[in-house]
């Protein structure tokens, strides 16, 4: 019997080091959101010039969240970028995660950069659109749920095609589909409350400087069961034969 591929996940930096110690880093969450065993999947520290595979040697790719932004054009960012087109291409699995999100929006002919607004962090409802009823991934979620979230840029300016699956009164493009197979989610699906409630704490001068309470944010932060699906969904789109999707 033929081994399964394994699901990749393309590490794009680090989480602060106080949340390190006492969860893990961004691939131990998206691992255990996708709730597979550290056999099933594969991590490449794209971040260290790693090298990322070929499209046909793994079943699905998570792209991860990083404090870096899309925008500052980093050499292995662009590296990750130029990878992800062909890959998107190849119809294999792709899941893009708020920075992930971003550069998949980017590679694809899409335009990221600044939220008017500024930053976005905390628990805050999602609402899908009503293409994200029939969507793959998305279908049978409730109509507006709970969701994590930290970024202070976005995406301004959707690829060719994509379709917008869901939004916010802050940010409208909260997730998107491109051709039948790839994602991309602003919100973060990996973060449990802890560790949401870790990133306001790290960001509580931010948040001030914005204007904002932090007390207030974190008091706001609760569990996003219906967020933490989509890794789950998205596992189970690997383990398909692509050409269901």
Not at 26 to 46: C, K, P, T
Request: aromatic share 6%; proline share 8%.
């Amino acid at each position: 019997m033929m081994k399964q591929p394994k699901i990749l996940i393309v590490k794009t930096g680090d989480t602060f080091a106080d949340l390190i110690g006492s969860f893990g880093d961004f691939e131990d969450w998206i691992r255990q959101g996708l709730g597979v065993g550290e056999d099933q999947v594969q991590v490449v520290n794209a971040a260290a010039f790693a090298p990322l595979p070929e499209p046909g040697t793994f079943s699905g790719a998570v792209i991860a969240g990083s404090h870096a932004m899309v925008t500052q054009n980093l050499d292995w960012s662009l590296a990750v970028e130029a990878w992800l087109a062909p890959v998107v291409t190849a119809g294999v699995p792709v899941l893009g995660i708020c920075y992930g999100h971003q550069l998949l929006a980017k590679a694809m002919g899409g335009k990221v950069d600044f939220h008017p607004d500024g930053l976005e962090i905390g628990t805050t409802p999602i609402t899908l659109t009503a293409d994200a009823l029939s969507d793959p991934l998305l279908h049978g979620l409730p109509p507006v749920f709970n969701a994590h979230t930290c970024h202070s840029q976005t995406v301004l300016t959707l690829p060719p095609g994509a379709v917008i699956l869901a939004e916010n009164p802050h940010e409208p493009l909260h997730a998107f589909r491109l051709g039948r197979a790839a994602w991309g989610v602003q919100f973060h699906p990996e973060y449990t409350p802890d560790i949401m409630a870790g990133y306001i704490r790290n960001m509580s001068p931010v948040i001030q400087a914005l204007g904002k309470d932090p007390d207030r944010v974190q008091a706001q932060v609760t569990d996003t069961p219906e967020a933490g699906q989509v890794l789950a969904r998205f596992a189970g789109l690997c383990s398909h034969d692509n050409t269901v999707l």
